[in-house]
Every structure is written in structure tokens, then in C-alpha cells.
DNA sequence: TGACTTTTGTTCAAATATCGCACAAAATGA
DNA sequence: TCATTTTGTGCGATATTTGAACAAAAGTCA
């Protein structure tokens, strides 16, 4: 690609959008600029440029995003096979077991939430389509990451901020490594409690036909509710069922 | 504002985004082209802009946009009060009444889901946070539009691409800004299988602490399952109830 | 309070990048 | 094969970015 094939304005302005996040709704200019690292007259050009597309409000102070902004994450989600035609399995899973299922694919260190279908809530964490978590200590991050090349794990792995959310939480990358390894030979990946206290999953992958793993499809439980080794009899099986029904429908 | 702080570049490439939608996963150039009026180059251009950051993927002769694009619409759904606030709401409700609650905002002629709480499924459409509905014939719709001036409120009607969803479907501007009043009188709307046979709905505006509407709530359920006038005695108590809890904690 | 410092927002003209046309090349399809 | 459509590229005209300078607001301390 050219130098010239690029343009600059549109790509600080998707980092102008991208630093409104987790608990910053309102930002002035100079947080914009600051957050981004574009000077500040760039950037107030940016937020302005939001602000008359509808995109941002803005009161002479702060800068807010608008819920137009969601047009654009809509337009992949609608888009995009994947999201609709796990949905219906997902409902179904999530029925016969009764707990939450949800799939996702990789983005850079973090798993991405592309469906889900949720029962009543145990985690404090309210996880949507759209919704991120980081991809080590995740079950179907475990699986999604046991799928790339082992080079390719690890260099995320180590790109992660690893915080140990629990004292569960596994943060060395030699030790995630053997895990990844233990996922690959087994099939699927079991978290236990290492993303939030009282919360295990296990998740496995989904192939598409030609055998390229796609995504990551789980199920969340309460920790009360499934000790650590009966998640797999309790619900492995049902979760290989639809891994099988979506194999030759994934394209 | 003046004409020099706005950013043409960076509109466009957002006007391209948001040409991905709706069974539109892979476009050429001249798709995006065509369908948002720029020049084949300035379309090129942007597109290899994306993909050279990630969003979309390119393989030569089609664009798709990846999962990265989430991260936009992301940075309104985690940095706004909004969605977090009413969510734990809209699940007490659609567990205590075993039918999926939602809540929603106004953008342009559409409802814009902002959070929901699902129970089994029952419409053909799949709703999630992003999701949108054209207002003049969802219950949300209704009550947020009778929330706006009277001339604004016709106005959106009448840009709305009014197609009849059912043979209940309400499509003429005056039976539609009768309705409106009535919405207004009540303080509720009902929808009776106007956007999906078998389905009906009920919604009240959410307010403030200064009485404005910020957002409306809604329940859905089977026509099977309740009468269009035993949807108010159903399911409208329980609506009152959170209406009230959240007026004092919404911005 | 009032003077001083720091932070924030805005403006401007020079330096730089983008836009869109026109043309060439490549792909598609009859 | 030829006609048609689609894609890639060079270039002048036009629009944007930059960074410093200025103005305004907010914060600080005696």
C-alpha cells in the first residue's frame, strides 16, 4: 500500500472514538488529546467533526459520545454471518442447561463477545455483543489462543497486562503456555474462578468446514453450582452437539 | 462552527462504515462507491485505511469489517451511565414477569437498543444492545417520539420509511400522531402485532430526576400469551415500579 | 481578595496531505 | 474475442494539519 492510499484524518478519528471507554463518557479536548497523543487542535477539529455528524454531543465543556455511534458496531454485527448464526444455537444451549453461552472471536489480546444468551446473572461483569475481556484468562480466550501458532500465543500472552483478578489467576506465560497445550490436546478449556470469584466456564472451539477455528462458544456457571471437574460431564457434551451442528454451516 | 474544523476525511471513512450493514458483509470499491456517493478513490482510500488498522479485512478484491469495528460502538455502551444503570433493572423485571425487557433510545427515525434482558426468545428478529427498530411502530418508539415536540414528532414519522410489517401495521402520519396523544394521555404505549405478528408489546417513558425523558422501557411477549388489553394490567405495575426506582437515579 | 501560575481552548498562516478527475491496466462476462 | 466493468495511479487544485502564539478560564497561595 502507498503512503498516499492512507488517510490520516480518519484514522485519529476512530482513536479520537476509541478513547471514550470504560468509565470515561465525558472527555474535554485537552483529555482527548492527552488519551491520544494528537495535538490539540487536531483533536478538537475531530470532536467537533463528531459532534456534527451526530455522533457526539458536546455542551461547550465535554464531549460525549451519542448513541448514533452504535451504527457502526451495528453494521458489523448485522453484517457479519457469525453473529446470526450461532445466535439460535446459543438460545438453545443456554435453554437446555440453563446457564448463560456466548461466543466470541480474537481481537488482539482480548476476546471479543459476538453473541450471547444470557440466564439470570451471577457475575458482577454485564457482558453483551461487543463486550470485551482479556483472552488469557478467559475459557474460550484459552481456546481461541490454543488455536494460533505457538509463537503467536505466547507474543500475545506476553502483550497482556496479566492483573490476577483472583488468587485463581494464572499470569505466568509458561504456565498459560502448558495450559494452552493441555487445551489443544483436550479439546476444550476450563476456567476456574480466575476471572472473578464464584465464576467457572469452559469452552471449546468452532470449526468451519474446512477445519479453521472461527470462534469460541461457553458456558459460565456459578462455582456453587458445578465443582471444577463436573463441568465437563455436566455440560461438554451438549456444547459438543452444537460445535458439530455449526461445523458445516460456518463458512 | 467554522468550515475548517471539520474533518472531510474522517466523515467519509465513517459514511463507509456504516455501508457495511444489514446482509452487506463484503463490498468491492465500487459497492462502497455507489452506495455512499464518494469517489471510487476517496472509497478506496478509506477502505485500505481500515484495513491497514485493523477493522476490516482485505482479500484482494472484497472488504469485510472485522470484529475491531466493535470497539466503537463499545466506547459508548461502557462509558455511559445509561445502559450499566437500567440493566440490573430490566433483569429483576424480566425475571419477575418472564418476559424479555429492554430499554431504548431515540436516533433519527429509529429506537436504538441500549440494554436488554432476554427471556426465550419468541421474535423472529434477534434484539441485542445495538439493535435497532424504526420508531413509529415499536412500542419505545411510540413513547419516545410522544416525549417530543408535536412537529418534531411528525416530522420523523413522515421521513420514516413507513412499510406495513403486518396488516395491523399503523402507517398513515395522522392515525400515527393520534396515537402519539393518546401515548401522552396514558403515560403508556401499547403495540398489537404492528412490527411482528404474534407480538405484542408495552413501553413507558423512563425519566429523569428532571422529569425529561432520557429513555423508554418496554416488555415483550407472545400474543398467545396476553390479550392487548390485559398487557396493561400484566405487565404495567411492575413498569410503573421501576419507572419510579430509576427516575431519581437517572442524569 | 487579588496577583500569579497553570491549564485549557482557539486562531492563524505556512507546510503538508488529500481529493477527484482522467487515463491506463486488469478483470469480467457475453 | 471484444465490449463492459472494475480497479489502480499520476497530478494539479484544493483542503487539512501543524505548532506556535494568543486569549480565556481555573487553580494557587499569601
Redesign the interface.
Known amino acids: ?1 502507498r503512503e ?11 482513536r479520537v ?9 465525558r472527555l474535554t479536548i485537552t483529555d482527548v488529546s492527552k488519551d491520544t497523543g494528537l495535538d490539540r487542535a487536531t483533536a ?3 470532536l ?2 463528531l459532534a ?2 451526530g ?1 457526539a454531543a458536546y455542551d461547550g465543556k465535554f464531549f ?18 457469525l453473529p ?1 448464526l450461532v ?1 439460535p444455537y446459543l ?1 438453545q444451549l443456554s ?1 437446555k442447561v440453563g446457564q448463560s453461552a456466548s461466543a466470541s ?1 480474537l ?2 489480546t482480548e476476546i ?1 463477545y ?5 440466564q ?2 451471577v457475575m458482577s461483569i ?1 457482558l ?5 475481556l482479556p483472552a488469557y484468562c478467559a475459557s474460550m480466550g484459552r481456546v481461541l489462543l490454543a488455536a494460533l501458532p505457538e509463537a503467536e500465543a505466547r507474543s500475545i500472552i506476553e502483550a497482556s497486562e496479566r492483573r490476577p483478578n483472583t488468587s485463581f489467576t494464572k499470569t505466568e506465560p509458561d504456565a498459560l503456555m502448558d495450559e494452552l497445550a493441555r487445551v489443544r490436546r483436550q479439546g476444550y478449556a476450563v476456567i476456574d474462578q480466575e476471572l472473578e470469584l464464584g465464576l467457572r466456564s469452559i469452552a471449546v472451539p468452532l470449526e468451519n468446514a474446512r477445519g479453521r477455528v472461527v470462534a469460541a462458544l461457553n458456558i459460565g456457571a456459578p462455582a456453587a453450582h458445578a465443582a471444577a471437574d463436573d463441568m465437563v460431564e455436566h455440560y461438554l457434551p451438549a456444547m459438543r452437539e452444537v460445535q458439530a451442528a455449526l461445523r458445516p454451516v460456518l463458512a
Do not use: W
Open positions: 500500500m498516499t492510499d492512507f488517510i490520516g484524518g480518519f484514522a485519529k478519528g476512530l472514538i476509541e478513547a471514550f471507554g470504560e468509565a470515561k463518557p478538537r477539529r475531530c467537533l467533526t456534527e455528524l455522533y460525549e459520545l451519542t448513541p448514533k455511534i452504535l451504527r457502526l458496531g451495528h453494521a458489523y454485527l448485522s453484517a457479519t454471518p446470526v445466535q438460545d435453554e472471536v481481537d488482539g471479543v459476538v453473541a450471547r444468551a444470557a439470570k446473572r454485564n453483551m455483543p461487543g463486550s470485551r
